[in-house]
């Protein structure tokens, strides 16, 4: 079983304390919310020489998307406080998983959508260990 946009965006939105967190998705209509993708940057599959078995730290590529009010100031504040918070994350447990840490990118700017909601991207990758 491999961690799921989905397993990240209940993670996210535990740690952020913020509801409106989708995985795949963002809800355009509001003014705040958060959006968890696969990173467009692909990469290989880590297995460790000893197969599945032996691999146990795993990695998962993304990419969260901050769609946060219509004023870049505050959606910038925003972007940065999210990046803090998950470059913080350190043996977050889940069911099935646990996460041990979160190496983040420094968030851009990708403008405003078409409504003016301004939106910043991080790319992050979770470094994360399967409960046997």
Partial sequence: MRLTLLNIADM???I????DVFAGSINANLDRSIGVYD??????HKICIGGKSCTK???KKISILIHWTD????AEQEAD???ETLTDVRGYKT????VHFISCNDPVSVGKDERGVCEYVIEAIV?????E
């Fill in 71 to 74: 004023n870049p100031t505050f």
């Fill in 16 to 19: 952020l304390q913020f509801e």
């Fill in 95 to 98: 069911d099935d998983f646990t």
């Fill in 57 to 59: 730290t795993l990695e």
């Fill in 81 to 83: 406080l999210i990046l």
């Fill in 12 to 14: 996210l939105a535990d």
């Fill in 39 to 44: 990173a467009k940057r692909g990469g290989k």
């Fill in 127 to 131: 470094y994360y260990e399967r409960k």
